[in-house]
């Protein structure tokens, strides 16, 4: 069935330097795509989505890169910060009658060591 | 208020017994959202209201689940003789329209214990 998955459940990266999580989508309609973080405890936060006409977004200390080809998308944190730790969640959803009905993955945990 | 609230933040609740889970959108915000998260997993969808448009209820894992909203303002989530399975953080958030591109904002959860 369709399905949105994370390669790695934990990711630990040294303060400073960069991350990257990365998620593997199996709906090719999948057409909206975003990353939330998720703090212990809290809801999940907005932090990048990007369209599936794009290839490539960025914002700040964060960029999001989607490769329709082999359906995966991947998130880069740009020098690692401590406030950085906690769980990343991709979530896919399709535009032709799916509305905003997000499928999440699993999530990854993200530590960042001092 | 300046973000999806929702009440109450903690709920333990004995197993058969029927509780009541409430979502405040985001002033404005037409589309309301539902979600399940289990401890250490990722979100189910549950529910979704836009708007008048009926509300598509295609996560509801069964009928003990329902959920209604009045207009385009609060949202209750009734889980009704309520299952050890139950046990999990419900999250509701909101957003402008149902067009694909608007930001979703979550709300803190509320936390469910079935005892």
């Given amino acids: 069935g369709e399905s949105v998955g994370l390669h790695l459940p934990t990711l630990s990266v040294q303060e400073g330097d960069n991350s990257i999580i990365n998620c593997a989508y199996s709906n090719s309609a999948s057409d909206y795509f975003i990353w939330y973080k998720q703090e212990s405890g809290k809801g999940p936060q907005f932090i990048i989505d990007i369209r599936s006409n794009m290839d490539k977004r960025q914002g700040q200390r964060v960029t999001v890169l989607l490769n329709k080809t082999v359906k995966h998308l991947s998130l880069q944190i740009a020098a690692t910060q401590p406030g950085d730790s906690a769980v990343y969640f991709c979530a896919e959803t399709r535009v032709t009658g799916g509305g905003n009905k997000l499928t999440f993955g699993t999530g990854t945990q993200l530590k960042v060591e001092l | ?115």
Avoid at chain 2, 14 to 19: S, T, Y
Avoid at chain 2, 86 to 104: E, K, P
Wanted: negative net charge; aromatic residues 10%.
């Fill in chain 2, 1 to 115: 208020g300046a973000g999806v609230s929702q009440s109450p933040s903690n709920k333990v609740t004995e197993k058969g017994k029927d509780v009541e889970l409430r979502c405040d959108p985001i002033s404005g915000h037409t589309a309301l959202y539902w979600y399940r998260q289990r401890l250490g997993q990722g979100l189910e969808f549950l529910i979704y209201f836009q708007g008048n448009s009926a509300p598509d209820k295609s996560g509801l894992p069964s009928d003990r689940f329902s959920a209604e909203r009045t207009g385009e303002s609060v949202s209750t989530l009734t889980i009704q003789r309520t299952q050890q399975e139950d046990s999990a953080v419900y999250l509701c958030a909101s957003s402008l329209a149902w067009i694909s591109g608007n930001t979703i904002y979550f709300g803190e959860g509320s936390w469910l214990t079935v005892v």
